[in-house]
């Protein structure tokens, strides 16, 4: 993914000095991978393996050459403790915006009630204005009763119901 292609991650706590985000790069698959295979509750079977490293070095590769997408760690003491993906969305309705999507907000077990979640969020907002996002959407599974008072309590209101369906 090269250069960092978001604003700098500014720390406005000093517990949180130690933490940086950057913009995810090959040598992270695993961390981030493992990130994911630790969420009981996402239920996307992920899993880090032999078996299962082609695809997402194959994932990495479409978001890497991809501009509208980031994908970003965050680190403390040189471990992947977070993540978050950013991808922004030219949009027809609302005259043109783009918006920005805020998928896979991942804090490690160990790390979570630190600040980190706040911190990551943040960083996502400045990269989708500095993109030119007219807004910015997430969704969080419905028994995540937790996140959801967190994303609330950053401003993030329920304005949508989402539907998906496994293709």
Request: glycine share 10%; net charge positive; proline share 3%.
């Given at each position: ?107 490690r077990g160990d790390r979570r009630s630190r600040g980190y979640g706040a911190l990551m969020i943040a960083h996502a907002e400045a990269v989708a204005r500095a ?14 009763t937790d996140a959801h008072r967190f994303y609330e309590r950053l401003g993030y209101a329920r304005t949508h119901e989402g539907f998906k369906k496994t293709l």
């Amino acid at each position: 993914m090269g250069a960092d292609r978001g604003p700098a991650a500014t720390d406005p706590v000093s517990r949180l000095s130690a933490a940086t985000i950057r913009e995810a790069r090959a040598e992270d698959i695993e961390a981030v991978a493992r990130l994911f295979a630790e969420d009981s509750l996402g239920g996307h079977g992920d899993r880090w393996d032999e078996s299962t490293r082609p695809a997402y070095e194959a994932a990495f590769a479409a978001i890497a050459a991809s501009p509208q997408n980031h994908l970003f760690v965050l680190e403390e003491a040189g471990a992947v403790v977070g993540t978050f993906q950013v991808t922004f969305l030219p949009g027809f309705s609302g005259r043109g915006a783009l918006r920005a999507k805020l998928e896979g907000v991942q804090v490690r077990g160990d790390r979570r009630s630190r600040g980190y979640g706040a911190l990551m969020i943040a960083h996502a907002e400045a990269v989708a204005r500095a993109g030119g996002a007219a807004s910015l959407a997430l969704t969080s599974n419905k028994a995540r009763t937790d996140a959801h008072r967190f994303y609330e309590r950053l401003g993030y209101a329920r304005t949508h119901e989402g539907f998906k369906k496994t293709l």
